[in-house]
């Protein structure tokens, strides 16, 4: 069991790592020293305060015991994809601490939400309205943000949980 979640965490991992370079961050290219390094220093908080968000758009519509997928992961995405800038910033700690207090308001089974919730290899899609300032621009009017560390972070939490169990 613990084998094929680490081959899922290994899996989303590579995905991330080998998807179109539209969605690679510009930091990436940026010299940070040490990989090893970098991997044990700690993150810096999130400047987002998701102690006192109003997490009701997720408890009021995804409730057990059944906990539809279709309902749960709507109500995922309408909360947090405000918030998928700080979220795709894996320097921060902000996934792990919305998952945290989403689990915490919600008291939800551990993995639900990455059981439950894809959509690709790229994560959750989250679409917005184009800012009215841009509406000569010609991009179509959408734009278009993926939450990529969503299915790594999510992968974790599982195997974190069964390894406590």
């Known amino acids: 069991m613990l084998n094929s979640c680490l081959s899922a965490v290994l899996f989303f991992l590579l995905t991330g790592l080998a998807a179109s370079s539209s969605f690679i961050s510009d930091n990436v ?76 308001n919600g008291k939800y089974p551990p993995g639900l939400f990455a059981n439950e919730c894809r959509e690709g290899k790229l994560g959750l899609e989250c679409n917005a309205t184009a800012p009215v300032g841009s509406l000569n621009d010609t991009s179509g009017g959408q734009i278009d943000q993926i939450l990529l560390p969503f299915p790594l972070f999510v992968s974790s939490l599982v195997v974190l949980f069964q390894t406590m169990l």
């Open 29 to 104: 290219f940026e010299s940070h020293g040490s990989i090893g390094r970098n991997l044990l220093q700690a993150k810096k908080g999130c400047s987002v305060n998701f102690e006192f968000q109003n997490y009701t758009i997720i408890t009021s519509q995804c409730k057990g015991p059944q906990y539809p997928p279709n309902i749960c992961c709507a109500a995922l995405k309408e909360f947090a994809c405000q918030f998928s800038e700080e979220l795709n910033d894996l320097t921060n700690d902000c996934a792990s601490t919305m998952f945290s207090y989403i689990n915490l």
